[in-house]
């Protein structure tokens, strides 16, 4: 009775190994990022509102949204799934991330733990293309690394908005 249970589908698993990639000119390179707001000033929590953003180099295109409750890894990885989402099948696609977990779960086979709802969505859309996950150092002049940055702390700020909203009423 001191050992909890675990579902079936939250069981830590292993991404498969990524398809063989190679550079072509169909090449979708797109940057992602994820942010969370803390709610009070001065008071850091690793859950809390938060935003994710996608930026399509090359293309006007650039898709970003919120949740009121979350964690920066979850808006991470909502950014990565979302922007694959928008590509279509069997394209070769780059996604260029500056977060380590993302990164290294695809690339180093890391154990999945948490955020299995994800991952499994990740492993959908990856399975119908060819996606390799570059790693780029945040804030480090990478000017569609800074956009994604800078589109998902806005949309950290709509949900800060919202969650103190729904506080004051």
Not at 3 to 11: A, F, G
Not at 29 to 44: E, F, H, P
Not at 63 to 89: Q, W
């Amino acid at each position: 009775a001191d050992i909890s249970t675990k579902r079936l589908d939250e069981l830590p698993f292993r991404l498969p190994k990524p398809k063989r990639f190679r550079n072509t000119k169909d090449l979708v390179t797109i940057s992602t990022d994820g942010s969370l707001r803390s709610i009070s000033a001065g008071i850091r929590s690793d859950r809390g509102p938060g935003g994710w953003a996608a930026v399509f180099h090359g293309r006007d295109k650039r898709i970003s949204g919120h949740s009121v409750k979350t964690t920066n890894i979850r808006m991470e990885l909502t950014a990565v799934v979302e922007a694959l989402r928008e590509t279509p099948a069997s394209c070769r696609v780059e996604i260029r991330t500056d977060s380590r977990y993302v990164h290294d779960i695809v690339n180093e086979r890391n154990m999945i733990r948490k955020n299995h709802d994800l991952w499994k969505e990740f492993q959908l859309y990856a399975s119908e293309r060819h996606v390799r996950v570059t790693w780029v150092r945040g804030h480090s002049g990478d000017s569609h690394n800074e956009q994604a940055d800078k589109l998902a702390n806005e949309e950290a700020g709509v949900a800060r908005r919202l969650v103190l909203r729904q506080t004051d009423a």
